[in-house]
Structures are given as C-alpha cells and as structure tokens.
C-alpha cells in the first residue's frame, strides 16, 4: 500500500536502500544513477524544507556544484541553473546573499518542473538506482 503516491514512495524507496552505502563509502561508493538520486533527493529536501540558503548551509552544500550536474542530468535544467546561479554569486557565508537565496527559492517553487515525478521518472529509468522491489 502506497503511503503518499507511487512516485513518492519510489523515489523515496530508492533513497532509502542507498543511504546505507553513502554512509559507508560516501559518493564515490555509488553508481552514477545511484548519485543522482542521492544528490536529487537531497537537493529537493532542503529546498523544501528551507530553500537554497538550507541546502547551502547544510552538509549537502558542499556537494552543490555536483547536484547542479545532477540536476541537468536527470531532468531538471530549470532547477540547475537557478543552483548555478547562486554559485556564481560567490560563497559562504550564505548569510550575505538572504535576498538573493529568497528569490531564488521563490523561483523555484514557480518552475514549471515537477521534481517528484521528474526523479522517479529517472528512477524508473535507472532501474540500478532502486532495488527490484520499488521500481514499479
């Protein structure tokens, strides 16, 4: 039974089942699709939770111009030049740029991209990123 809906739960399902090797070997311990999900997950996460300055000032900053290139590459071009654009406006502190971040953030959630069915569309193409059991 589908907590949210199909794309959520394999999106999330694939997430999950490659946490563990990210915690064991870090990214370079993943397959390229494996990555992707990753850092597009995680991307999408923070964003939600607390825009670009969240994703920026966590852990998962320090992987940004890669999730840029994730971003590109499974789909979202639109979110991976709103990311490159605050790249390019420097770095930390983040703090320095709130009116920029917040702007960007807003641009965001206005895109026309969806990323829920966008990474799990990746997914389903993938089928490396996801165990057996959640790729639909």
Same mark, same amino acid.
Do not use: K
């Given at each position: 039974?589908?907590?949210?809906?199909?794309?959520?739960?394999?999106?999330?399902?694939? &997430?999950?089942?490659?946490?563990?090797? &990210?915690?064991?070997?870090?990214?370079?311990?993943?397959?390229?699709?494996?990555?992707? !999900?990753?850092?597009?997950?995680?991307?999408?996460?923070?964003?939600?939770?607390?825009?670009?300055?969240?994703?920026?000032?966590?852990?998962?900053?320090?992987?940004?111009?890669?999730?840029?290139?994730?971003?590109?590459?499974?789909?979202?071009?639109?979110?991976?030049?709103?990311?490159?654009?605050?790249?390019?406006?420097?770095?930390?502190?983040?703090?320095?740029?709130?009116?920029?971040?917040? /702007?960007?953030?807003?641009?965001?959630?206005?895109?026309?991209?969806?990323?829920?069915?966008?990474?799990?569309? &990746?997914?389903? /193409?993938?089928?490396?990123?996801?165990?057996?059991?959640? !790729?639909?």
């Amino acid at each position: 039974m589908a907590l949210l809906d199909p794309d959520y739960d394999l999106v999330i399902g694939a &997430y999950s089942s490659i946490w563990p090797r &990210y915690e064991r070997s870090g990214l370079g311990g993943l397959t390229r699709s494996e990555r992707a !999900v990753f850092l597009a997950w995680r991307f999408l996460c923070e964003v939600n939770n607390g825009g670009f300055r969240q994703f920026l000032s966590n852990p998962s900053g320090a992987h940004a111009e890669d999730t840029a290139a994730v971003l590109d590459e499974t789909g979202m071009p639109h979110t991976a030049a709103l990311l490159r654009r605050v790249l390019s406006t420097g770095g930390p502190p983040w703090s320095s740029l709130s009116d920029a971040l917040d /702007d960007l953030t807003d641009e965001f959630f206005r895109s026309a991209e969806n990323p829920y069915l966008i990474i799990a569309q &990746y997914v389903r /193409d993938h089928i490396d990123a996801a165990p057996p059991s959640v !790729v639909a």
